[in-house]
Nanobody, 123 residues
């Protein structure tokens, strides 16, 4: 079983900063891409940023220049530094990670989600 545990959400004013963190734990062979998604109130979940195991980042256009994703492969963690926050960044933020897991004699690809952490930006 694999677990993703997030931390770091909260309430901040417009222009403020927050840092989200997510730690992966459990039984897995390899941790591949990690990332952050968000679900604003009344909207669908959307990609915020991802980072490969080789630490190559990818960002949604609406966060470029404001958010920075990073990972620590030794600690199996991914972080999202969020600067210049806007009210439209208000959402539940979810950690996502892709793994190689062993099931019996097979190696499978699997994707897990964290429980979500609320980010609220007040105007």
């Amino acid at each position: 079983q694999v677990h993703l545990v997030e931390s770091g959400g909260g309430l901040v004013q417009t222009g403020g900063t927050l840092r989200l963190s997510c730690e992966a734990s459990g039984n897995f062979l390899r941790l591949n891409d990690m990332g952050w998604y968000r679900q604003p109130p009344g909207k669908q979940r959307e990609l915020v940023a991802t980072i490969s195991s080789g630490e190559i980042p990818h960002y949604a256009n609406f966060v470029k220049g404001r958010f920075t994703i990073s990972r620590d492969n030794a600690k199996n963690t991914v972080s999202l530094q969020m600067n210049s926050l806007k009210p439209e960044d208000t959402a539940v933020y979810y950690c996502n990670a892709k793994f190689k897991v062993i099931r019996g004699r097979k190696v499978d690809d699997d994707t897990y989600w964290g429980q979500g952490t609320q980010v609220t930006v007040s105007s």
